[in-house]
């Protein structure tokens, strides 16, 4: 009876060990839902553009001017959380409960976008809509500053994104420009939006922090796996060359 249930306990502990997903497999989904996400805002924001009905000659469209270039805004900050959030999956190794609830802490703020996007082009940047839309890209980099602490307290502050992220001043800048855009918003519109042009400006250029950090860790490891692998009390040619040369 006892061997039965040892053999019952092994099987069930067999099986629970082969739904274990992998952490890279875990990482790519979480990416793809991620990526998922960020394309059906894209798509919700773009079904905003009503196509004019009143003519067919370009002044029907002078109307949807705003509507047009709150898209064009926020079309690029999601790109460019898209972009960061990209990388950002890069330095992640294993997921844990803590990550997916930041990821989708900061995927629940970015969702927000269409509708502050909508809002703001629909009352031509009208002061409340667009503090709106400031507190929503604020919360928005919040939730990311959440996640990427959360990635380190999982991985260590030794890790690739610990030390890639460095103090990230880009980051904390960019989150006082959104407080000052939210404040100057009740006063003078167009100063708020062209500080939300700014932040956008700044983070344009894609951040290679990751990227760097990751070729500069996988570069250290080649070389220490080279080391390791030379075997203890054997010269190198030049070394070789260099003895012989003296002893003649």
């Given at each position: 009876m006892e061997r039965a249930c040892l053999k019952v306990q092994r099987r069930g502990f067999r099986a629970n060990e082969s739904f274990r997903m992998?952490?890279?497999?875990?990482?790519?989904?979480?990416?793809?839902?991620?990526?998922g996400v960020l394309a059906i805002i894209i798509t919700i924001m773009v079904l905003e553009l009503k196509a004019p009905r009143g003519g067919a000659d370009l002044?029907?469209?002078?109307?949807?001017?705003?509507?047009?270039?709150?898209?064009?805004?926020?079309?690029v900050y999601v790109g460019i959380y898209w972009n960061n959030h990209h990388h950002l999956m890069h330095s992640v190794e294993r997921v844990t409960g803590s990550i997916l609830w930041a990821n989708l802490h900061l995927?629940?703020?970015?969702?927000l976008v269409p509708f502050v996007t909508a809002w703001t082009g629909a009352n031509d940047f009208a002061p409340v809509p667009t503090a709106m839309y400031g507190?929503?890209?604020?919360?928005s980099a919040v939730a990311y500053f959440v996640l990427q602490a959360a990635i380190v307290r999982v991985h260590g502050q030794e890790s690739v994104l610990a030390r890639a992220i460095g103090r990230d001043f880009k980051g904390r800048l960019s989150l006082v420009m959104y407080v000052t855009a939210i404040g100057l918003a009740t006063v003078n519109v167009w100063a708020a939006n062209a500080l939300y042009v700014g932040v956008a400006l700044v983070w344009l250029v894609p951040d290679r922090r990751i990227e760097r950090a990751i070729a500069q860790e996988s570069l250290d490891a080649e070389r220490k796996a080279g080391r390791e692998s030379q075997p203890a009390g054997i010269k190198t040619p030049t070394a070789g060359r260099a003895t012989s040369g003296g002893e003649s």
């Amino acid at each position: 009876m006892e061997r039965a249930c040892l053999k019952v306990q092994r099987r069930g502990f067999r099986a629970n060990e082969s739904f274990r997903m992998p952490s890279k497999f875990a990482r790519n989904r979480l990416e793809a839902f991620s990526d998922g996400v960020l394309a059906i805002i894209i798509t919700i924001m773009v079904l905003e553009l009503k196509a004019p009905r009143g003519g067919a000659d370009l002044a029907e469209l002078r109307p949807l001017a705003p509507v047009f270039l709150s898209y064009v805004l926020s079309f690029v900050y999601v790109g460019i959380y898209w972009n960061n959030h990209h990388h950002l999956m890069h330095s992640v190794e294993r997921v844990t409960g803590s990550i997916l609830w930041a990821n989708l802490h900061l995927l629940f703020w970015l969702s927000l976008v269409p509708f502050v996007t909508a809002w703001t082009g629909a009352n031509d940047f009208a002061p409340v809509p667009t503090a709106m839309y400031g507190v929503v890209l604020l919360a928005s980099a919040v939730a990311y500053f959440v996640l990427q602490a959360a990635i380190v307290r999982v991985h260590g502050q030794e890790s690739v994104l610990a030390r890639a992220i460095g103090r990230d001043f880009k980051g904390r800048l960019s989150l006082v420009m959104y407080v000052t855009a939210i404040g100057l918003a009740t006063v003078n519109v167009w100063a708020a939006n062209a500080l939300y042009v700014g932040v956008a400006l700044v983070w344009l250029v894609p951040d290679r922090r990751i990227e760097r950090a990751i070729a500069q860790e996988s570069l250290d490891a080649e070389r220490k796996a080279g080391r390791e692998s030379q075997p203890a009390g054997i010269k190198t040619p030049t070394a070789g060359r260099a003895t012989s040369g003296g002893e003649s």
